[in-house]
C-alpha cells in the first residue's frame, strides 16, 4: 500500500496542487500572496511528510519495549 | 516598467510629485489628501523656524480651541458626566469647511466663558453657604455654651471678684437669661466665637493661653459633619469655639490670633432672643444660597451634557485641522502668485487617483486656477510602502521590526507568512495543544469587531496577531499529526508498520522487539502517514525520534536557506546588476549547495537505502551494510579529502573530493569578482570621459554613482531635473541638496565590504545550518513536557478506581488542562514563536535581504487618529 513509490506519487499531487493553486489564486492585488502562501504551505507540509516517511522507509533500529503484558499481547 | 500594479511582493512603486495649489483651497486639498492617505509630503521650509511659517497663528487658534476643549473635558470629568465616545468604525465625520471650524471655535470661546462664569458664581455660591453653615453651627453651638454658662457665671465672678453678690445671686437662681446675659456685660466679659479646623486646635489653644497668661475661658465643641472646604474642595473637620475674655484689647487680640490660625470668627449676640432672630435668618439665607446653587448646578450639568455629546467629534475636528495646518506649513508658499507649492512621495499606481481628488476639490470650489500636479524626477531614494490587508498586517509588522526592507526590493514578509509559521509548527508539534490554539484564533477571528474594542494591552497584542496566531495554529494541527502525538499521546490512525515478535515462552517483563509487518513476505507497507504509533512509549523511541528530527532540521533548514538565497537573485535581477548574480548568487548557491546540499542529499540516500534487506524467496540470505555514519562523513570529507569510512554510494570518495574543491574555488570567486568587475566598470566608464557616463547615471556632480551598495537606484531612469514647472527655482535647490550620501567609487571600501561579506557568507552557512537543530530541541523539549506533564497529573488518576478515582480524575484533569493551556501552549509558544522569529530574521533575512529603505508615512487622518495618544480617550 505505502511503500517507498508513495514519496513520489505524494510528490506528483503536490505538483497538481501547486498548479492548482497558481491557477486558481483570486485574481487582483494579493494575488501574489495567495500563489506564495498556498504554494509555500504545500510544498512544505510535503517535505515534512516526505521526511518523515522516509526515515521510516528503511528502519535501523526496531520498538523494542519490556513493559508489554501479556493480554495486550495476544490481540 | 513594472507591473501593472503594486503587489505585496515589493513596495509599491514611488514618484515624487510637486502640487500647485490656489492659496484659498489649500485647507481643501490637504484634507482631501489627509482623508486619502497616500502622500508624504517633504517640509520645504526647513530653514524657517516653526514659529516664522505662514501657518502658525491658525496653529495657535486651533490649539487654544483645543485647550478649551480639554478644558470642557475637564469639567465633565469633575461633574461626572460621561463623555459620548466617537466610534469612528460607524461614524465618518465629513472634511469641515472653514465656517464651521470657526463656528466650533467661536461656540468653544462662548461656551467656555459660560462655563467658567458659571463655574466662578458656583464657587462663591459655594464659599458662602460654607460660611453660613458654619456660622449656623457657631450659633448653635455657642447658644448650647450661652445656655450652660448659666450655671458658671456665679464661679466665674467668683474669680473675679472676691465677694459675693447676692443680687447677682438672686438673679441666676431665678434663671432669668437676659439677665444672665447682661450679667456677662456688667462684668465687662466679652467673647469671640468662631470656626478652626480640628487639627489646629491645640495649637490655638496653647497660643491663646501664652499670649493671654491664661485670662481666659475656652469652649469648644465639635461639629459632627465635616464642611466642604471651597478653596481644594476637599471636606475638613472643624470645631466651634467660644471664647471670654475680659478686657476689650484681649479680646482684640483673641480676635487677631484667631484670624492668623485660619479661624473663622462669627458674629454672635449676646441675647438669646437676638440670637434665635440670627439663627433665622441664617437659615433663610442658607436655603436662598441653596437653591441658587442647585440651580447653578443643574444649568452647569446641562450646559456640560449638551457638550459632551459633540465634544469628541469637535475634538477629532480640531485635531485633524490642527493636522492640516501643520501640513499646509511644510509647503512653500509664493506670496506673489498667491500660491502653495507642495511636494511629497506618493506612490505611482496612485498618481490618478491623487489627480482626480485634486480636480475635484479644485471644481467645487469652483476656482478658475487650476490645481497642478507634476511628477518630478529625481535621484532620492523613494520611501518604501508596503501595502499591507488585514491578514498581511501582522506578518508586516514582524518584518519591519527587523528593518525597513529597501525600496523595491522583495517583500521579505511575502515567504514570512509561510515559513514563520512552519517553523513553529515544527517545535510546537502537538495536535492537542494545536486544536486549543487554534479555537481560540478562531474565535478572535470571529469576534473581531467586538474584541477590537478591548483595550488591555496585553490582549490587545494577541488580537493584533490573531492571523499569525491562526496560520502557526494550523501548521501546528499537520505537524501534530505528523508526530502523531495529542497531549504527548499518540493516535492509531494506519495500521502500524510494526508488530510485536513476542517470544515462544512469554512470560511479562522481557524485552520484545518488533518486526516489520511485512517481514520476509517481499512485499511492503510503510505506515503512511507521520509517525508510526507503535514507538509511542518504547525504550528506543527517542533513540528514533531524535534521529529522524535532527535530520528533519537539517533538511528544512537547507530547504528553507536555499528558498531564502534564491530571492537575492531576483533582487539582483531586479536592480539590473548581473554582477550581484555572477559575483554574489552563483558562487554563494554553489558553495552551499556543494556542502550543505550535499548533506542533505546523502541523508536522503541513505533513508532510501535498504540497509538490511529482508530475506525474499527469491534471495534468502540477503547482504546486509553496515550504514555509514553523516556526521563523520561530512567531518572526514573536510579534514581528510578521499577517506570513506563507510561507503554509501560507489565513486563517493571521487564525489566528494569534487565538491569540496568546487566549494572551495568559489571563496575567491566571491571575494574577487565584484571588486574587481566594479573597478573595471568605474576605469571604463572614466575612460570614455565624464560626460558619457551622465546617460546612465550621473547628471550633475551632485548625483550619486550608481555603482555604490549604499543607493539601489530602482527609481533610475533617466536622471534629469524638472524643468517645466514654476518656481522650480525655488525648489530646484532643495531637491538637489540635502539627505542623500554621494559616494564616489573606492576600491578599497568595495573590496573590504567584499572581505567580509564572503567570510560572512562562508561562515554563516554552517552556523546558520547549525542554528536549524533548534528545530528538533524545541520539538524534543515540548513533546518531553507534555509527557511529564500527563505522568504527573493525568496518567496515576486513570489508574485509581472507585468514587475516590473519579473525584481524584476531576481535580487531575484540571490541573491537566490548565497547566497544558499555561505552559505549553502559552509559555512554549511563545518560546517557540521566538526561535521561529530568530530563523526568520537571521537566518532567512540575512541570505537576500538589505534593510536599507525608509518607511512611507504618509499624511493621513486615518493613521493620525489611530496614532495620537490625546484622542484616544475620545474614541470609543
Given at each position: 500500500m505505502a511503500n517507498g513509490w508513495s514519496v513520489f506519487i505524494g510528490l506528483a499531487i503536490i505538483i497538481a496542487m501547486c498548479v492548482a493553486a497558481w491557477v486558481f489564486a483570486p485574481k487582483g492585488e494579493n494575488q501574489v500572496l495567495w500563489r506564495s502562501s498556498l504554494i509555500l504551505s504545500f510544498v512544505s507540509c510535503y517535505l515534512m511528510w516526505a521526511i518523515t516517511f522516509l526515515a521510516q522507509l528503511n528502519p535501523l533500529i526496531e520498538p523494542r519495549r519490556s513493559d508489554l503484558r501479556e493480554k495486550y499481547i495476544h490481540h | 516598467m513594472g507591473p501593472a500594479r503594486d503587489t505585496p511582493f515589493r513596495s509599491a512603486e514611488m514618484s515624487m510629485v510637486q502640487l500647485y495649489i490656489s492659496n484659498e483651497i489649500g485647507r481643501e486639498v490637504v484634507n482631501a489628501l489627509g482623508e486619502l492617505g497616500l502622500v508624504q509630503f517633504r517640509d520645504l521650509n526647513g530653514d524657517i523656524t516653526a514659529f516664522q511659517r505662514v501657518f502658525t497663528g491658525d496653529i495657535r487658534r486651533l490649539d487654544n480651541v483645543e485647550r478649551q476643549l480639554r478644558y470642557f473635558h475637564a469639567q465633565m470629568d469633575k461633574a461626572g458626566i460621561a463623555l459620548r465616545k466617537l466610534d469612528l468604525d460607524i461614524e465618518t465625520l465629513a472634511p469641515p469647511t472653514t465656517s464651521e471650524i470657526d463656528d466650533v471655535a467661536e461656540r468653544c470661546q462662548s461656551l467656555e466663558q459660560r462655563v467658567s462664569s458659571l463655574n466662578e458664581s458656583y464657587e462663591t455660591l459655594k464659599k458662602r453657604e460654607v460660611e453660613l453653615t458654619e456660622w449656623r453651627w457657631v450659633l448653635r453651638e455657642a447658644g448650647g455654651f450661652f445656655d450652660r454658662a448659666h450655671g458658671n457665671v456665679e464661679e466665674i465672678r467668683a474669680s473675679t471678684e472676691n465677694d459675693d453678690a447676692p443680687l447677682l445671686q438672686d438673679v441666676e437662681h431665678n434663671n432669668a437669661a437676659p439677665d444672665v446675659e447682661r450679667s456677662f456685660s456688667g462684668m465687662n466679659i466679652g467673647f469671640v466665637a468662631g470656626v478652626i479646623v480640628r487639627d489646629r486646635v491645640a495649637a490655638f489653644e496653647r497660643i491663646l493661653w501664652r499670649t493671654l497668661r491664661g485670662n481666659l475661658y475656652m469652649n469648644q465643641a465639635e461639629i459632627p459633619e465635616p464642611l466642604i472646604d471651597p478653596s481644594t474642595n476637599e471636606p475638613v473637620q472643624k470645631n466651634v469655639f467660644v471664647i471670654f475674655a475680659h478686657g476689650k484689647e484681649i479680646l482684640a487680640k483673641i480676635r487677631k490670633i484667631s484670624e492668623s490660625m485660619g479661624a473663622e470668627v462669627y458674629n454672635v449676640d449676646e441675647n438669646s432672643d437676638l440670637r434665635r432672630e440670627q439663627v433665622h435668618e441664617v437659615n433663610a439665607r442658607l436655603n436662598d444660597v441653596q437653591n441658587v446653587l442647585r440651580n447653578t448646578q443643574q444649568t452647569l450639568e446641562a450646559e456640560l451634557t449638551q457638550i459632551s455629546e459633540s465634544l469628541a467629534a469637535w475634538m477629532v475636528l480640531v485635531g485633524k485641522e490642527k493636522a492640516v495646518y501643520n501640513t499646509l506649513n511644510l509647503f512653500s508658499y509664493d506670496r506673489a502668485r498667491r500660491t502653495l507649492i507642495a511636494e511629497g512621495w506618493c506612490p505611482t499606481h496612485d498618481l490618478p487617483l491623487i489627480r482626480s481628488t485634486l480636480q475635484d476639490v479644485t471644481n467645487r470650489a469652483g476656482l478658475s486656477v487650476p490645481s497642478i500636479i507634476n511628477e518630478i524626477r529625481t535621484n532620492k531614494t523613494p520611501p518604501t510602502y508596503l501595502k499591507t490587508n488585514k491578514f498581511s498586517e501582522a506578518f508586516q509588522t514582524i518584518v519591519n521590526a527587523y528593518g525597513t526592507a529597501t525600496y523595491?526590493?522583495?517583500?521579505?514578509a511575502i515567504p514570512v507568512i509561510v515559513t514563520f509559521p512552519f517553523l513553529f509548527a515544527v517545535m510546537f508539534g502537538d495536535f492537542g495543544h494545536a486544536i486549543i490554539m487554534l479555537s481560540a484564533a478562531l474565535a478572535m477571528i470571529y469576534w473581531e469587531k467586538p474584541l477590537k474594542k478591548v483595550t488591555f494591552e496585553l490582549f490587545a497584542m494577541v488580537y493584533y496577531g490573531r492571523y499569525i496566531a491562526l496560520v502557526m495554529a494550523t501548521f501546528s494541527v499537520f505537524t501534530g499529526l505528523i508526530y502523531n502525538d495529542v497531549f504527548s499521546k499518540s493516535m492509531t490512525l494506519f495500521e502500524s508498520q510494526w508488530v510485536w515478535k513476542v517470544p515462544e515462552n512469554f512470560a511479562g517483563h522481557q524485552t520484545v522487539a518488533a518486526q516489520l509487518r511485512d517481514y520476509g513476505t517481499g512485499s511492503t507497507y510503510r505506515y503512511p502517514f507521520g509517525l508510526d504509533w507503535r514507538w509511542h512509549g518504547t525504550e528506543n523511541d527517542l533513540l528514533f525520534t531524535n534521529s529522524y528530527k535532527m535530520k528533519m532540521s537539517i533538511i528544512l533548514g537547507w530547504a528553507h536557506m536555499t528558498y531564502s538565497l534564491c530571492f537575492s537573485y531576483i533582487n539582483a535581477r531586479r536592480f539590473k546588476k548581473p554582477i550581484d548574480i555572477w559575483g554574489n548568487f552563483v558562487p554563494g548557491m554553489i558553495f552551499f549547495q556543494s556542502i550543505f546540499g550535499y548533506l542533505v542529499m546523502c541523508i536522503i540516500l541513505k533513508w532510501s537505502i535498504n540497509w538490511f534487506p529482508t530475506p525474499t524467496p527469491e534471495n534468502p540470505h540477503p547482504v546486509a551494510r553496515q550504514p555509514p555514519g553523516l556526521l563523520n562523513m561530512l567531518i572526514y570529507m573536510f579534514l581528510q579529502p578521499g577517506f570513506v569510512e563507510a561507503q554509501l554510494y560507489p565513486g563517493q570518495s571521487t564525489v566528494q573530493v569534487c565538491l569540496l574543491l568546487l566549494a572551495l574555488v568559489q571563496v575567491p570567486i566571491l571575494l574577487f569578482l565584484k571588486p574587481f568587475y566594479l573597478r573595471w566598470e568605474n576605469n571604463r566608464a572614466r575612460a570614455r570621459g565624464y560626460r558619457n557616463i551622465g546617460e546612465r547615471s550621473r547628471v550633475s556632480a551632485l548625483d550619486d554613482d550608481e555603482n555604490d551598495e549604499g543607493n539601489n537606484g530602482g527609481a533610475v531612469h533617466g536622471r534629469h531635473s524638472d524643468e517645466d514647472g514654476e518656481g522650480v527655482a525655488m525648489i530646484s535647490g532643495d531637491l538637489h541638496g540635502d539627505d542623500e550620501e554621494h559616494e564616489e567609487f573606492e576600491f578599497g571600501e568595495v573590496m573590504i565590504h567584499q572581505v567580509i561579506h564572503t567570510i560572512e557568507f562562508c561562515l554563516n552557512c554552517v552556523s546558520h545550518t547549525a542554528s536549524y537543530l533548534r528545530l528538533w530541541a524545541l520539538s524534543l523539549a515540548h513533546q518531553q513536557l507534555s509527557a511529564v506533564l500527563w505522568s504527573m497529573t493525568l496518567g496515576p488518576a486513570l489508574k485509581v478506581h472507585g468514587i475516590g478515582g473519579a473525584i481524584y480524575i476531576v481535580i487531575t484533569f484540571t490541573m491537566f488542562f490548565c497547566l497544558s493551556c499555561i505552559i505549553l501552549i502559552i509559555m512554549e509558544g511563545v518560546s517557540a514563536m521566538l526561535h521561529s522569529l530568530r530563523l526568520a530574521w537571521v537566518e532567512s533575512f540575512s541570505k537576500f535581504a538589505e534593510f536599507g529603505g525608509w518607511p512611507f508615512a504618509p499624511f493621513s487622518f486615518k493613521q493620525m487618529l489611530e496614532e495620537s495618544e490625546e484622542l484616544t480617550e475620545y474614541l470609543g
Open positions: - | 523595491q526590493e522583495v517583500n521579505p
